[in-house]
């Protein structure tokens, strides 16, 4: 390297030569700097999202690249939320991509002090039994006055404010075409 | 009110700083001073559990100097109908309305009806068990005779509601406010002022609220509260107007809309209880003599429901499969059953993306609820406390729930996130905005949406032989959704297509197989098929409007293109009110709907919420209903009488106007009344869920603080999606308790230093903020402290704490069944709590000193004073 070349590429003379006078642009870059691009530039694919976390409803953007979410940022066009996301929104990155993720199905046999694995298929099965155990041992089809029932009160589920509108449409059709009426969500609470 | 908009709504909070920005006056009315009550013009303290005194006050601030909007108010409102001669206010009955019967704890309310109404015999403990107020909450309740209900114009007949209205408010002056409040008489003056001078023709007031209003034993009349004061001012159905609910999770709005609740079916359709023997009498049951509106419609909107439940099984002959649905007769809130577990009477519990264990009041009476299941399912992103209660949980510690004799088998099975699936999630003001998917879940990660098919596949085929009728509705339903290859690939363990439920939940006409693009063609015959009604026409034309994202640089200031929000992309609820009875716009400046008298219909910004050809001066046919009843200026289309009810008549359980009653708990004697709380408030008298004495009952000084709680931005809810994120936990790592200097006085604690929180069900231990944030308060001549918490923490994930929730009781409003988590009573004490069987020695004492038994807070009727305990307790 030429003194010369070496003197060009010293910071505080690009900044007092340069355009940039402040020093918060091209003088303040390294050739590394240059090479670089945003995780946004680079994505295959971004995919037009909501937050899932409030009921605001900002827009999210995600990108991906390699089958992978590199970034989520808020979508600028959203007449709700206008690009905006609050500290939980933008870490919402680490809530899809984090280790903390669960990957496999855990199962705790009764009276057990850990879990071990179990496959996920088979975790379905042994459910689809155990739903049609509970219905039907806690199956009523009268009241005490003779008037239909048709119910079980054996199982319940709870959980619905975090799903979408179509998984809550099927939840509750399914459980009510069980006749399992306590079915339960956030809403109440 | 009731809100801290800028700690947990940010985003939505960048329009209330607008808003100012442009010149609106911002207040805060708070027991605590927030990040909101930090950038409002003002912030008003008052204590927690004391809203209705307050607006009240500002009721009666309005009626006492002649400040309502007049014409709005008599032209959309009830306020000139005539109450029956025999209703009696809590003004005459010291606290209670007519026809209160203290042995159920329940009113008889067929003396609340308008003169000349014929009430039916009402089954008054069936309605409460079953929160009949949530089963009408798309149209209001029905009333007889609505269609010519005596009034009087001038508003000055003493029985006119007006007239009660103003008698019933006399006594919540400026003085009584400030007694029951502690709200300076001055501050609560400027709020008057402000409110009132800026709602007239010209210029509309916003009412924000949250949890913070919910969360009571009296909060759907904290809300009605609300919009009583509303209308009276004339914003309700304007621009700049309403009563906002802003609402904690994604799609919590859509999970009431098409509910995973007990009593309700998708388009808050009744759930059909033990008396509804067939279609016919479900049908009359929701309908009333004289009904107006499109609340009527309901026998389209169920039958259509039921084609899209059964399809080509649903027939006329069959009663459309109606026969086939449960029946409830009770209480199944998800309170009752947590205690039904407890008691043995539930084998198994499917939890998806919530955390009871946390998030719900009286955690230590969820997590056994849990030990004392037969399996557990928890579906989630991470490990939650409600997955390893068995392993961890405060109880294991003490000794309660011991692993090797715990039989709970669990499944935890990890759930795809948002990013993974596609959907719709329908936010705070009723928007659907559908997701696109990212990508593909990996590992076992699978959507709910898959669970739910697959489970209803697998026990579908486990019942496909079966000859016993119960099984009928399994082998008839319609669960033939399209599916495509997913994480599972090609196969038996397809992706069903979320597209696909939502086509069906907007429904069709059976008879061409087009997609509908309004409710308003649905018909009872059997020849249309709709999963949701109100979302009906989200599909409109055949095109997914939810996935509409047109920026909103390039579209009008009500983003119509963006989302779709329901009903039929009405974006203002009731803005037929935004013009006045001749459907002219109440001003130029205020425009949003008005009647083009040229075309004959109703034009303007946004989708009339009126049908769209009846004129302003319209007058209906004898003796017809349903939206042909409407009169041109029966503005509240939803409602039996087309009007907004400044009195219910019917629909509320507590009282057809609401009262100040203290909070279950509370260190004060109503000032109001001898009534204390709530007569008709949902106790629980059992040995597991001890209440805190609360005035007349002695011992209540052991617990003298006020207790309430609330959100942090940086985390969310039960803490399952926050705390084991590294970015958030850092930003708020540990509990804490904030309160004010003279309390940490009071009591020698240290800023910074250990406290615990003190109540008969739980110790729980926090960091002490000693910050004038809390301010003592002056009521009824009494110095009162208040503590705040935030509830976000739990025994896992990166940042952990004592959870908040342990604190409360269960005691709920009667109407929706919402306990009461924003205010109960305590005692603070310096450094760490106890652990262990120390701790369970300390809660025995500390219920020992204050006489806690097992009837402690049941004797809801004050003056009678009836304990209501559990049978075998």
């Known amino acids: 390297m030429t003194v010369r070349k070496s003197l060009r590429a010293w910071p505080v003379l690009r900044q007092l030569t340069g355009g940039d006078r402040l020093g918060r642009g091209a003088a303040a870059q390294s050739p590394r700097h240059r090479g670089m691009a945003p995780r946004t530039a680079e994505a295959e694919r971004v995919a037009g999202s909501v937050c899932p976390y409030c009921a605001v409803g900002c827009a999210q953007k995600v990108y991906v690249r390699d089958e992978q979410v590199v970034q989520i940022e808020g979508d600028p066009d959203s007449p709700i939320s206008r690009g905006r996301l609050c500290p939980k929104g933008s870490a919402s990155l680490q809530l899809v991509t984090g280790p903390q993720r669960l990957d496999k199905v855990r199962y705790r046999a009764p009276y057990a002090t850990e879990w071990t694995e179990l496959d996920l298929h088979e975790a379905m099965e042994m459910l689809a039994d155990r739903v049609v155990d509970a219905r039907a041992r806690g199956w009523q089809d009268r009241d005490g006055r003779g008037n239909r029932l048709n119910r079980t009160t054996g199982l319940a589920a709870l959980g619905g404010a975090t799903l979408d509108n179509e998984e809550n449409y099927l939840l509750k059709k399914l459980f009510t075409a069980m006749g399992a009426i306590q079915i339960e969500n956030q809403a109440r609470i | ?873």
């Open chain 2, 1 to 873: 009110m009731g809100s801290n908009m800028a700690e947990a709504h940010p985003v939505g909070f960048q329009w209330v700083m607008e808003a100012k920005g442009r010149g609106a006056r911002v207040f805060h009315v708070d027991p605590r001073f927030t990040r909101t009550s930090a950038v409002a013009d003002t912030y008003v303290p008052l204590r927690a559990g004391s809203d209705i005194a307050f607006l009240g006050g500002v009721i009666n601030y309005v009626l006492e100097n002649d400040l309502a909007f007049h014409e709005y108010v008599a032209a959309y409102t009830n306020a000139s109908f005539l109450v029956r001669e025999d209703f009696a206010d809590t003004e005459d009955l010291d606290g209670l309305f007519s026809g209160y019967d203290p042995e159920t704890a329940t009113y008889d309310r067929s003396s609340w009806f308008y003169e000349g109404a014929e009430p039916g015999v009402e089954d008054e403990e069936r309605a409460r068990s079953q929160t009949e107020p949530l089963q009408t909450g798309a149209g209001g309740a029905g009333v007889g005779g609505a269609g010519d209900v005596p009034r009087d114009p001038t508003l000055q007949d003493p029985r006119c509601v007006y007239q009660v209205l103003k008698r019933h408010f006399a006594r919540y002056t400026p003085e009584m406010v400030e007694r029951v409040c502690g709200t300076p008489r001055a501050q609560f003056l400027e709020v008057c002022r402000g409110w009132t001078a800026n709602s007239n023709r010209e210029r509309t007031t916003a009412l924000v609220y949250s949890v913070g209003w919910t969360q009571h034993s009296v909060g759907a009349q904290y809300i009605r509260t609300g919009a009583i004061l509303q209308l009276l001012l004339g914003n309700i159905g304007r621009p700049g107007g309403g009563v906002f609910a802003l609402r904690g999770h994604a799609s919590i709005q859509g999970s009431t809309d098409i509910p995973t609740l007990f009593n309700l079916l998708p388009g808050y359709l009744a759930m059909p209880d033990d008396s509804h023997a067939d279609l016919a009498a479900w049908i009359a049951d929701q309908r009333s003599d004289g009904h107006k509106g499109y609340g009527y419609q309901v026998d389209a909107h169920l039958v259509s429901l039921l084609k899209e439940y059964f399809g080509d099984a649903a027939t006329p002959e069959n009663d459309f499969g109606f026969g086939w649905l449960p029946r409830i007769n009770g209480d199944h809130g998800t309170y009752r059953t947590v205690m039904d577990m407890i008691d043995g009477k539930v084998f198994g519990y499917v939890v998806m993306g919530q955390n009871p264990a946390v998030g719900s009041a009286h955690g230590k009476l969820q997590r056994l609820g849990l030990a004392n299941l037969e399996w557990l399912v928890v579906r989630d992103l991470n490990e939650i406390e409600t997955a390893t209660f068995w392993k961890d949980s405060p109880e294991v510690e003490t000794g309660e729930i011991v692993p090797e004799r715990c039989r709970t088998e669990v499944f935890l099975m990890p759930a795809a996130s948002h990013v993974e699936k596609e959907g719709t999630f329908t936010q705070t003001q009723r928007m659907l905005q559908w997701r696109t998917k990212a990508l593909e879940p990996t590992g076992d990660r699978r959507s709910e949406l898959w669970f739910a098919y697959h489970l209803g596949r697998l026990v579908r085929e486990r019942l496909a032989d079966s000859t016993d009728e119960r099984d009928l509705p399994m082998q008839k339903l319609a669960w033939d959704y399209a599916t495509e290859p997913g994480p599972d690939g090609p196969g038996p363990w397809d992706e069903p297509s979320a597209d696909d439920v939502l086509r069906r939940i907007n429904g069709y006409d059976l008879t061409t197989g087009e997609l509908l693009s309004s409710y308003l063609p649905l018909k009872a015959d059997g020849s249309t098929s709709a999963g949701c009604w109100i979302y009906t026409g989200v599909y409109a034309g055949g095109v997914n409007q939810a996935a509409r994202r047109k920026p909103h640089t390039e579209q009008g200031p009500y983003d119509a293109e963006w989302g779709w929000t329901w009903p039929l992309n009405r974006r203002v609820l009731y803005n037929r009110a935004s013009a006045d009875p001749e459907g002219r716009p109440w001003s130029e400046r205020k425009k949003l709907i008005w009647w083009d008298a040229e075309r004959g219909e109703w034009t303007g910004h946004d989708v009339p919420d009126f049908p769209v050809r009846t004129p302003p001066g319209h007058v209906a046919p004898e003796g017809s209903t349903g939206p042909d009843a409407l009169g041109g200026d029966d503005a509240f289309i939803m409602q039996a009488d087309g009007k907004a009810w400044l009195f219910a008549p019917h629909g509320v359980l507590d009282g057809p106007l609401p009262t100040h009653y203290e909070p279950h708990e509370s260190p004060i004697r109503n000032p109001l009344y001898t009534q204390q709380g709530n007569p008709t408030r949902v106790v629980y008298g059992r040995p597991d869920n001890p209440s805190n004495p609360a005035p007349p009952e002695r011992g209540s000084e052991v617990f003298p603080y006020v207790l309430t709680a609330a959100r942090l931005t940086e985390h969310h809810t039960a803490g399952g999606m926050s705390r084991q994120l590294p970015y958030l936990a850092e930003l708020q790592p540990a509990l804490f308790v904030e309160v004010s200097p003279e309390l940490a006085r009071e009591r020698g604690l240290e800023h910074l230093g250990e406290a615990h929180v003190v109540t008969s069900r739980a110790a729980v231990q926090a960091r002490v903020m000693v910050t004038d944030r809390m301010r003592p308060l002056r009521i009824d001549g009494r110095t009162i402290h208040q503590v705040w918490l935030p509830y976000h923490f739990g025994h896992t994930g990166l940042v952990r704490g004592d959870v908040v929730n342990d604190l409360f009781g269960v005691v709920e409003d009667p109407n929706v069944f919402i306990q009461e988590s924003k205010v109960a009573t305590c005692d603070v004490r310096p450094g760490p709590r106890p652990r262990g069987a120390a701790l369970t020695a300390l809660l025995e004492q500390v219920r020992a000193a204050a006489g806690v038994t097992v009837e402690t807070g049941t004797r809801i009727a004050t003056a009678i004073g009836t304990p209501h305990v559990e049978e075998d307790s």
